[in-house]
């Protein structure tokens, strides 16, 4: 048996005392051994450090001249820690994970574990059950079952002449430098910046958050003058990406991969919510680093990292959005980096497989789309798109999309893969079939005739033609279409929501027609759809006994405001992204420099009101870091277009002849219930 990489336990207390705490688990099929001494597992030692300068308000932290840097998870009396993998399976090599306490004014102290374990990744299933009878596995010590993951970040000290000799064979016969992706300092974007430009990444590197000295992300909004920041002094998963992409467009990937890899730790986690907790697989909608005292003591403090997985959010919403983003920025990371290791790591893998099966888990649902809650995604907030809505459907189909590329294909994952394409295929065509709208369609719908009783009935939803709103009528453009907001049994919503037509663009969710034809239709409505500051997030806004009735009276969704037809400037990277990839930079380009002219003189709102988002919105957050990021993000990509292609998807045919029954009236025939099932195995 090869000599794999060491496995390193991450966890909020010393390491001499994790064995303690760990309880018996059937993970892999078997108990771990008891041990009387934990010493004979793990070497501690005891180092110093010093504290590395930082935020004035943020929190300790150490700087070291060893290789391998570990951290502390976050503890709650009901939340499960885990442990995790190198990242470079296969490869041997010895690391110290280190936890970083600050006691009073005395010097960290920095406690060091080296346990071993043997693997080789390429011969290891992702599969839980696979591993049973897998000997190599007893020296991984795992507490409660699957809240256990692998989390390791690499942070080599070495020469850079040493680098350079590093090479690697490629597939293709070429060499590339394998630690080129550490820093990416040598392919960080060369130009002369604008002054809204440097002001810009000077409050980005402002907002970014460390976690015992490293960098995990960046807080929602970094408003100095701000009295009262409830929850934007945290990390949002959403809110990151903007920010994840602006740092990898400029070489700085280090941040992406640490926030990726803390992520994924916090899946792990108990969540519960009044005695009841949901799937395993579910992504925080956000986290935040804590300075607690450590062991009840008033002089030592320890970092930890502490979750919201909904139990602490407006109307206890979970994020369905979280672990979508969370799938899509991992394949934005390899793309941009060149690092796919990354993506080949057990834990990783693992994680993607858990989020997954939380959404193709059968249910009760006749329809490929995913059923979610009012509130699930960046509209937080009771606005009446429970059910089906659009923003959910094209953010997990890019997500299936993502996984397909991602997921190592072998006998314990061929079933979740064969569920994958099923479901994309499914999903494509429902949402192209029955989500479009354009004049042809509306007045189709128009003369549909209701209460058919048959499988080829052709108002299969038995949409009424009076749901047809009078606004629609003399506003859809002969010239283009969109996606509706939702889609449900006698109920469609007519609403325009942009991020959700946005990401069937970069996707090709939609047909090339139907994408043209979103593109078009946002030109011929500039006005209403983008006004003086772009980008509306839905279109019109609820008003009257409407707006009383769908969203209770919500004083913060008034008409023309936040989720209410509220303009918002972190749409514009989206914006972007889709008119490169439909050859349409020229419009994008429009919409930047429309915001370029005030959004830095309005000191970076979250969010702008009234109907052609003339002022900034009445409880607007300012220095929002997601509406810096952005904007920086959108000319990046304007300068540098080749790079948007690794951030979108071109139209995948084989997808479409994977579900042709779908296009026969007697399709329920010849469809196999069988084949059609979520056969998952995680």
């Not at 057990?346 to 099966?357: A, C």
């Not at 295929?425 to 192209?432: E, N, V």
Request: charged share 20%; aromatic share 10%; net charge neutral.
């Amino acid at each position: 048996m090869t000599t794999g990489s060491y496995i390193g336990i991450s966890t909020m207390k010393p390491c001499c005392r994790i064995l303690g705490s760990y309880k018996s688990s059937s993970l892999f099929g078997f108990s771990p051994t008891k041990f009387k001494d934990s010493s004979s597992i793990m070497g501690i030692m005891t180092k110093s450090c010093h504290p590395k300068s930082c935020h004035r308000h943020r929190y300790h932290t150490c700087n070291s001249d060893t290789q391998i840097v570990g951290y502390i998870s976050v503890i709650n009396p009901n939340r499960r820690d885990f442990s995790v993998s190198d990242p470079n399976w296969g490869l041997s090599r010895s690391f110290s994970t280190r936890f970083c306490v600050n006691i009073g004014s005395i010097r960290p102290r920095v406690l060091s574990m080296i346990p071993n374990v043997a693997s080789d990744f390429r011969n290891q299933s992702t599969s839980v059950d696979s591993h049973s009878n897998d000997t190599s596995f007893e020296k991984i010590y795992i507490q409660s079952g699957l809240n256990t993951k692998p989390l390791v970040i690499q942070k080599i000290e070495t020469d850079q002449s040493e680098l350079e000799e590093v090479t690697e064979e490629t597939s293709d016969g070429s060499n590339i430098n394998i630690h080129s992706f550490k820093d990416l300092s040598d392919n960080k974007v060369k130009k002369e910046l604008s002054e809204i430009e440097k002001e810009a990444w000077k409050l980005l590197h402002g907002a970014v958050v460390t976690y015992c000295g490293n960098p995990v992300g960046t807080v929602a909004a970094n408003d100095p003058a701000e009295k009262q920041p409830l929850n934007y002094d945290q990390v949002f998963l959403r809110d990151f990406v903007p920010s994840a992409l602006a740092f990898l467009l400029n070489g700085e990937g280090e941040i992406v991969k640490n926030f990726l890899l803390h992520t994924l730790q916090l899946q792990s986690w108990e969540k519960t919510v009044d005695c009841y907790s949901p799937g395993q697989g579910l992504m925080p909608a956000s986290f935040k680093v804590r300075s607690v005292p450590l062991d009840g003591s008033n002089e030592a403090f320890e970092e930890i990292l502490d979750p919201d997985f909904g139990e602490s959010a407006i109307g206890r919403v979970a994020p369905v959005d979280s672990g979508l983003w969370w799938i899509i920025l991992l394949r934005a990371y390899g793309k941009l980096t060149g690092d796919y290791a990354l993506q080949e790591r057990v834990d990783v893998q693992t994680g993607i497989r858990l989020i997954l099966k939380l959404c193709l888990t059968d249910g009760f649902d006749m329809f490929p789309s995913l059923l979610v809650t009012d509130g699930s995604c960046m509209i937080d907030r009771r606005m009446g798109i429970h059910g089906h809505p659009l923003e959910i459907q094209a953010l997990f189909y890019s997500a299936l999309r993502c996984a397909r590329e991602i997921l190592i294909v072998n006998d314990s994952t061929k079933n979740l893969v064969a569920a994958v394409n099923n479901r994309l295929s499914a999903l494509s065509f429902h949402m192209r079939e029955y989500y479009w709208v354009d004049m042809k369609k509306i007045n189709e719908i128009y003369r549909y005739k209701t209460e058919e009783y048959s499988t080829d009935a052709v108002n299969k939803f038995n949409i009424y033609p009076e749901q047809i709103p009078a606004w629609l009528v003399d506003w859809i453009s002969d010239e283009g279409g969109y996606f509706i907001g939702n889609l449900q049994p006698a109920h469609m919503d007519f609403r325009f929501f942009t991020l959700g037509n946005l990401w069937t663009i970069v996707s090709s969710l939609g047909t090339s027609k139907q994408n043209q034809g979103i593109l078009n239709l946002i030109e011929a409505k500039w006005d209403d759809l983008v006004g003086q500051m772009p980008l509306k997030i839905c279109y019109p806004a609820l008003e009257g006994e409407e707006w009383r009735i769908i969203t209770g009276s919500d004083p913060k969704n008034t008409p023309w405001s936040y989720h209410n037809g509220g303009s918002w400037p972190t749409l514009l990277w989206q914006f972007t992204l889709a008119c490169i990839k439909m050859g349409r930079p020229d419009l994008a380009q429009k919409a930047v420099d429309l915001a370029e002219k005030r959004i830095s003189a309005d000191r970076w709102p979250e969010y702008y009101d009234t109907r052609n988002g003339k002022f900034i919105g009445k409880q607007s957050r300012l220095m929002q870091t997601w509406t810096i990021a952005g904007f920086l993000t959108s000319k990046m990509l304007l300068e540098n277009p080749e790079k948007a292609s690794f951030l979108f998807w071109e139209e995948d045919f084989e997808l479409l002849q994977n579900c042709v029954c779908m296009l026969n009236k007697s399709g329920r025939r010849k469809c196999s219930r069988f084949a059609s099932r979520s056969q998952i195995l995680v």
